[in-house]
């Protein structure tokens, strides 16, 4: 079995691959969590509402400012590839001899274009980037090395933003500038997590309040090990199915700008005049939004019961009105489905392949993993990770000394 737990503190085998990099110690580090989603599956692009917890599985990007107009980053994880590319010459994509950055570094020149774009200065940088959150398995690790990058310039230049600003052009940078679809909801649970508190967001207002999770519960993510093909645009798919089913009940329902707008008795009432498979998406996630604020108050006085049955309530709707789970998603879902110490879970970022998210008590937390371990394996013959989390802080600056 494969169970991870991480301290707060950056490893030490980096830190020994920074000194080495930059032939002394940085100017500071910049400590990023990823993200798990409690409840609020696809309702980010339908102005909807979303219930997470940034987690204790972080990116670390170790600092050193340069005069020069020049961005060196080392990515410590893929064999210390390193890149360098001109803060003036951002448009273009290129690096310093003229070829296309290498994906992983369209974070950081992405980051650095927005807050061009904004009026903000990005002073020249030697970084280094280490990350411990697995990549496509939905903890938000783009938007966790997104909300490192803007952290660190942030901190050099002391310009002032407010966190949500922040958010808001980390998300733009990988929209516009990677090309890659993406609402809020991850930039905003990176930077705005709390030690030992869930997250309510509102994906149209910005608004948002943040809810003890009571100290006895864990949250365990089981990683399928499975990922998505390249070119899979089932998001994409999704998102015009929902803008389908919108513009259908816009006809019959005043004052409808998304799904967020829509009660569940609009639905049922104007049902049949949505086109399928527009009328399934749809009803996944006006009930979805309905399930994210029953979660809240069931959180809101310690029911987490409750809020459990919720997570397996969205997995269901998932599966089968939104159709982005897999038969190793599904086989992860019910390996523990009547152990004593499972509250309830559910799929974790968009679907389809990667992690689900489980709420377990601490008290049988170890049994727990073993027998869905036992279940996955005999089920599909592969051999699952997984990691106990801590809801944590949001991103913020470390003094090497730490």
């Known amino acids: 079995m494969s169970t991870k737990q991480l301290s707060a503190r950056p490893p030490v085998e980096m830190m020994i691959n920074v000194e080495e990099t930059f032939n002394s110690r940085p100017d500071f580090m910049v400590r990023a969590p990823g993200r798990v989603e409690l409840l609020g599956c696809h309702t980010d692009y339908n102005d909807g509402w979303v219930l997470s917890a940034a987690i204790n599985r972080y990116a670390w990007l170790a600092v050193k400012k340069m005069p020069a107009t020049l961005v060196i980053v080392r990515a410590l994880d893929m064999g210390n590839e390193e890149v360098a590319f001109r803060l003036t010459e951002l448009d273009e994509k290129t690096t310093l001899t003229g ?11 992405g980051v ?10 990005t002073p020249g940088s030697r970084l280094a980037i280490s990350s411990q959150i697995p990549i496509g398995a939905g903890l938000a690790s783009s938007a966790a090395v997104e909300t490192a990058y803007a952290t660190a310039w942030a901190h050099i230049t002391g310009w002032e933003i407010e966190k949500m600003e922040l958010a808001v052009l980390c998300q733009r ?9 993406a609402g809020l909801k991850d930039q905003f649970a990176c930077l705005f997590g709390r030690r030992g508190h869930v997250l309510l967001f509102d994906c149209r207002t910005y608004e948002w309040k943040s809810i003890g999770l009571p100290g006895d519960i864990v949250l365990v ?9 390249a070119g899979n645009n089932g998001y994409e798919q999704r998102f015009l199915e ?11 329902i005043p004052g409808v700008r998304a799904l967020r707008d829509v009660s569940i008795e609009q639905f049922q009432e104007y049902a049949e005049e949505i086109p399928e498979p527009a009328r399934q998406r749809a009803q996944h996630i006006i009930e979805e939004n309905e399930r994210v604020q029953a979660g809240t108050r069931a959180l809101q006085v310690g029911e987490v019961e409750i809020l459990g049955e919720l997570m397996d309530q969205s997995y269901i709707s998932a599966r089968d009105l939104l159709d982005v789970s897999s038969p190793e998603l599904d086989a992860m879902w019910l390996a523990g489905q009547d152990h004593p110490a499972r509250l309830g879970g559910r799929v974790l970022g968009d679907g389809w392949a990667g992690s689900l998210l489980f709420l377990v008590r601490a008290d049988g937390v170890d049994d727990f993993i073993k027998t869905v371990e036992t279940g996955y394996f005999e089920s599909t013959g592969l051999t699952p990770t997984f990691y106990q989390f801590t809801a944590a802080d949001g991103t913020q600056v470390v003094s090497v000394q730490d």
């Open 99 to 109: 070829e296309e950055l290498p994906d992983w570094s369209k974070y950081a020149a």
């Open 173 to 181: 940078a990988e929209s516009r500038y990677i090309g890659l679809r």
């Open 242 to 252: 929902s803008r389908e089913a919108t513009t259908a009940l816009q006809r019959y």
């Open 221 to 229: 993510v089981a990683d399928t090990g499975t990922r998505l093909s």
């Open 112 to 121: 650095a274009w927005s807050l061009q774009e904004a009026g903000l200065a």
